[in-house]
Nanobody, 127 residues
Framework: QVQVVESGGGLVQAGGSLRLSCAAS????????MGWYRQAPGKQRELVAQ???????NYADSVKGRFTISRDNAKNTAYLQMNSLKAEDTAVYFC?????????????????????WGQGTQVTVSS
């Protein structure tokens, strides 16, 4: 079993920055893909960014150039640095982990293919 815990959400003005953290613990034997999704009210959950164990990253077009995903493999922790935040970035942000070993290719964006999820952290950007 794997536990995933997010932290770092909050309220920020448009143009500001936030850094989210995601700590995975438990039965992790392989270096897995870690990612961030978000879900705004009335909208589907969408992939924001993902990072493989080897460091390959993939971003949604809407956040490219503003968000940066990184990870510390020794700590099984992923981070999402969010800069130049916009009102449309307001959502609950979820960290997700793939429970099987993966190579350097971008992983599926389909949230049903990800194995472990955190409870989510609210990010609110005021305009």
């Amino acid at each position: 079993q794997v536990q995933v815990v997010e932290s770092g959400g909050g309220l920020v003005q448009a143009g500001g920055s936030l850094r989210l953290s995601c700590a995975a613990s438990g039965s992790i034997f392989a270096i897995n893909v870690m990612g961030w999704y978000r879900q705004a009210p009335g909208k589907q959950r969408e992939l924001v960014a993902q990072i493989t164990g080897g460091g390959t990253t993939n971003y949604a077009d809407s956040v490219k150039g503003r968000f940066t995903i990184s990870r510390d493999n020794a700590k099984n922790t992923a981070y999402l640095q969010m800069n130049s935040l916009k009102a449309e970035d307001t959502a609950v942000y979820f960290c997700a982990v793939v429970g099987t070993q993966w190579d350097s290719r971008p992983y599926s964006q389909d949230p049903t293919t990800w194995d472990y999820w955190g409870q989510g952290t609210q990010v609110t950007v005021s305009s």
